[in-house]
């Protein structure tokens, strides 16, 4: 697949089938994906993969934090507060995901099971989390952690695969330091579902929108 056609069509998947990614081609993606660039190179990324019973049980754990009412407590602090830009484009999306779900803005059971499956990293068979360590410069390693995760996702794509990045994943990371052994000293920056994707579903064929070229880029000539 050519370069250009793997960065317009890919897309966050927000349903997988039931099959299951082989393990050599989970090793092969991240193998090349080592050859993303980063600070110094320094490589600081760490990467925990999760399939199997470890996944289910994630997955579990995962809602049943969720509907127990725990709030979210991630290492890396989440966005307060937006730009009325980012917020309307955050908006949007919301908006299209939950139409292609057929899902109603005051249907408040349909919403809440659409936060447990989301919860549940909507089905997808493994996952990768991010780490790095505490003693890192955090803004360098956490910009070479988005390349690195921003490649894996190309990489998906190319081979047919898909991939959701999801703050929920790391939303209690007191699930993943337990059930994968992460030591206090990483953070658990992002999660990200990793499966085939549903073809069938609409939550994965919705029109995705991308703002124009003036919008972010100033000429200086």
């Known amino acids: 697949m050519e370069l250009q056609e793997v960065i317009h069509h890919r897309r966050s998947i927000r349903q997988f089938l039931p099959k299951s990614v082989s393990v050599d081609l989970i ?12 600070w110094g190179n320094t490589q600081p990324w760490e ?15 995962s809602q049943e934090t969720l509907l127990a009412g725990k709030a979210a407590a991630t290492d890396i602090p989440m966005p307060q507060v937006w730009p ?4 309307d484009r955050y908006k949007q999306l919301g908006k299209s995901v939950l139409g292609a779900l057929s899902i109603a803005r005051d249907d408040k059971e349909a919403r809440l099971q659409h936060f447990v499956n989301m919860f549940g990293f909507f089905d ?7 780490l790095v360590d505490k003693a890192l410069a955090l803004e360098y390693a956490m910009l070479d952690a ?11 794509h190319d ?7 999801l703050a929920v994943m790391v939303s209690y990371p007191e699930i993943a330091r337990d059930l994968f ?31 124009s070229l003036a919008e972010f880029v100033s000429w200086v000539k």
């Open 47 to 61: 990467i925990v993969v999760v399939t199997g019973q470890k996944m289910a049980e994630f997955k579990k754990k």
């Open 146 to 156: 988005g390349i690195f995760l921003q490649t894996f996702c190309l990489l998906a």
């Open 181 to 211: 052994s992460i030591p206090d000293s990483k953070l658990i920056v992002i999660g990200a579902a990793l499966g085939w994707p549903d073809p069938a579903a609409p939550v994965n064929c919705f029109e995705r929108k991308r703002g």
């Open 159 to 165: 081979r047919g695969l898909g991939t959701c990045i």
């Open 124 to 130: 997808a068979p493994a996952a990768i989390l991010v």
């Open 27 to 38: 090793q092969d993606m991240i193998a090349d994906c080592l050859w993303a660039p980063s």
């Open 84 to 87: 009325q830009a980012y917020l």
